[in-house]
C-alpha cells in the first residue's frame, strides 16, 4: 500500500493532498475570508455569519471581505465568559 502526502488546508481552497516535489512555504495569515474566519474560530459559516459577523470590522478589498487576525482575537476576549459571566 502506498503512502500519500498529509492533507493540508491552502487559503481559500478545499484541503488538498501536498506534493513532496516542491516543499510550501507557510506564511501566518494577518486576515481571513469568511469561511477561513469561521474555521479559525473553530465554528460553522452558518454560525459565524449569524453570531459574529456582524460584530468585527472587515477590511474591504472590492467584493472580498476579510476579517483581521486581532479583530477575531478581540471578538473572542470580548465574548470570553467565565461561569457564565462575561469577563471582559
Given at each position: ?16 493532498e ?14 481571513f475570508?469568511?469561511?477561513?474566519a469561521?474555521?479559525?474560530?473553530g465554528i ?41 459571566r462575561?469577563?471582559?
Amino acid at each position: 500500500m502506498e503512502s500519500r502526502a498529509p492533507l493540508q488546508i491552502v487559503s481559500g481552497t478545499e484541503p488538498r493532498e501536498r506534493s513532496s516535489k516542491r516543499p510550501r512555504r507557510t506564511v501566518p495569515a494577518l486576515a481571513f475570508n469568511q469561511s477561513e474566519a469561521a474555521q479559525a474560530l473553530g465554528i460553522s459559516v452558518d454560525h459565524f455569519v449569524r453570531h459574529v459577523k456582524p460584530d468585527p470590522a472587515v477590511v474591504c478589498s472590492g467584493s472580498l471581505r476579510l476579517y483581521p487576525r486581532k479583530v477575531l482575537e478581540g471578538w473572542l476576549e470580548e465574548h470570553s465568559t467565565l461561569g457564565g459571566r462575561y469577563v471582559a
